[in-house]
T-cell receptor, first 114, second 114 residues
Framework: AQSVTQLGSHVSVSEGALVLLRCNYS??????LFWYVQYPNQGLQLLLK??????LVKGINGFEAEFKKSETSFHLTKPSAHMSDAAEYFC????????????FGGGTRLMVKP | SAVISQKPSRDICQRGTSLTIQCQVD?????MFWYRQQPGQSLTLIAT?????????ESGFVIDKFPISRPNLTFSTLTVSNMSPEDSSIYLC???????????FGQGTRLTVV
């Protein structure tokens, strides 16, 4: 079965600092990987996705993530944090031999200090 | 992409009663899912809504508690039955069009049971 682990349930950065949110996955077959953002009282919005093409994936709002098979990781980064980036971030995985659903990590709450 | 309309957006219900949540998609989709997000938690898959057949439930979720209907490829309902305060959560409808694409989410239904 596939699984996702997000290290750090809370991450705090200063405005303008690098954002790094960690995601490690477990899967016996090549995975599809996703990062979603959830603003307060809203649904989930896709930031970016890895679907076996380029390993460095660029998403919306200046975010990017790199798929590293050797490390089973898909960490999310942004060079310079904005106050508007404060939200909950979820990493998710799906695999072709385990149904069509997404399995989510525990989430990371990003706080941005002025 | 897919646009999902989910209603109600929120409700406060008495314990022992039932609430039916509706999910309407603007296009035909084969994969439709229902997730629960408990306060401060990640998303947990309740079930996959199958068109024309019984839903497929994940471990810990049963049909008597969470009956699901899917009469066609654009609509589904989730009922939360005999509610208790522990059922207070956000319930989200989600769809996917293909395995290598992202899932789209409704805005969620914020349920409070008193």
């Amino acid at each position: 079965a596939q699984s996702v682990t997000q290290l750090g349930s809370h991450v705090s950065v200063s405005e303008g600092a690098l954002v790094l949110l960690r995601c490690n996955y477990s899967s016996s077959v090549p995975p599809y990987l996703f990062w979603y953002v959830q603003y307060p009282n809203q649904g989930l919005q896709l930031l970016l996705k890895y679907t076996s093409a380029a390993t460095l994936v660029k998403g919306i709002n200046g975010f990017e993530a790199e798929f590293k098979k050797s490390e089973t990781s898909f960490h999310l980064t942004k060079p310079s944090a904005h106050m508007s980036d404060a939200a909950e971030y979820f990493c998710a995985v799906s695999v072709s031999n385990a149904g069509n659903m997404l399995t989510f990590g525990g989430g990371t709450r990003l706080m941005v200090k002025p | 992409s897919a646009v999902i309309s989910q209603k109600p957006s929120r409700d406060i219900c008495q314990r022992g009663t039932s609430l039916t949540i509706q999910c309407q998609v603007d296009s035909q989709v084969t994969m439709m899912f229902w997730y629960r997000q408990q306060p401060g938690q990640s998303l947990t898959l309740i079930a996959t809504a199958n068109q024309g057949s019984e839903a497929t439930y994940e471990s810990g979720f049963v049909i008597d508690k969470f009956p699901i209907s899917r009469p066609n490829l654009t609509f589904s309902t989730l009922t939360v039955s005999n509610m208790s305060p522990e059922d207070s959560s956000i319930y989200l409808c989600s769809v996917r069009t293909r395995m290598n694409t992202e899932a789209f989410f409704g805005q969620g239904t914020r349920l409070t049971v008193v």
